[in-house]
């Protein structure tokens, strides 16, 4: 399995409260991503990065930031939580930019009351 | 912009029934097609994928072959078991060479004894 831990897997708060979910890896894959999933979406992406500081926005990122200062950790903050963003919160790592499998972590469970 | 198109689930089949998941997209250029599953509690693994036309993935008794004419990827397996009954999300690579993946929203399948 690829070693990719996320932190916390459940999480309960409150609307207006700042939240930071954790991603690590141990196999010092280049990219990494966040993902959402949600009843009837499916998976959408968050944001992105392809490098230690090097991030870009995915397709629903209003509302979140991330930021990347190693290699093997990729944060995902929550300014201000609401409750549009209960969901699972899924990082995933890929080596390859191109065609490559990506590897996924259990998922975080955040709710937002 | 690119999009994948799943059949609305759940699909709930008896042991040893054949299965077909139907998804189609949208894209620009090549993209590469994927097929990952997700089974209860757990985070998204890549079960096959196709890199051109005309290839076909294949792994644990499931198949899917990359249609350019009809832009599907339906997955199919002969005979499936209690043992599948999983969430199965259709995917294909963003244009860009970040390794993003872009999902359809997920077929749930359910296998009864």
């Known amino acids: 399995d690829a070693g990719i831990t996320q932190s916390p897997r459940h999480k309960v708060t409150e609307t207006g409260t700042p939240v930071t979910l954790r991603c690590h890896q141990t196999?010092?894959?280049?990219?990494m991503y966040w993902y959402r999933q949600d009843p009837g979406h499916g998976l959408r992406l968050i944001h992105y990065?392809?490098?230690?500081?090097?991030?870009d926005k995915g397709e629903v990122s209003d509302g979140y930031s991330v930021s990347r200062s190693k290699t093997e950790d990729f944060l995902l903050t929550l300014e201000s939580a609401t409750s549009s963003q209960t969901s699972v919160y899924f990082c995933?790592?890929?080596?390859?930019?191109?065609?490559?499998?990506?590897?996924f972590g259990e998922g975080s469970r955040l709710t937002v009351l | 912009g690119d999009s994948v198109t799943q059949m609305e689930g759940p699909v709930t089949l008896s042991e040893e029934a054949f299965l077909t998941i139907n998804c189609t997209y949208t894209a620009t250029g090549y993209p590469s097609l994927f097929w990952y599953v997700q089974y209860p509690g757990e985070g998204l693994q890549l079960l096959l994928k196709?890199?051109?036309?005309?290839d076909k993935g294949s792994n644990k008794g499931f198949e899917a072959t990359y249609r350019k004419e009809t832009t599907s990827f339906h997955l199919e397996k002969g005979s499936v078991q209690v043992s599948d009954s999983a969430v199965y999300f259709c995917?294909?690579?963003?244009?860009?060479?970040?390794?993003?993946?872009?999902f359809g929203q997920g077929t749930t399948l359910q296998v009864k004894p």
């Open positions: 196709a890199t051109k036309a005309d």
């Open positions: 196999e010092n894959h280049r990219y």
């Open positions: 995917a294909l690579s963003a244009s860009s060479n970040t390794g993003k993946l872009i």
């Open positions: 995933a790592i890929s080596g390859r930019g191109s065609a490559g499998e990506l590897f």
């Open positions: 990065s392809y490098g230690v500081k090097d991030t």
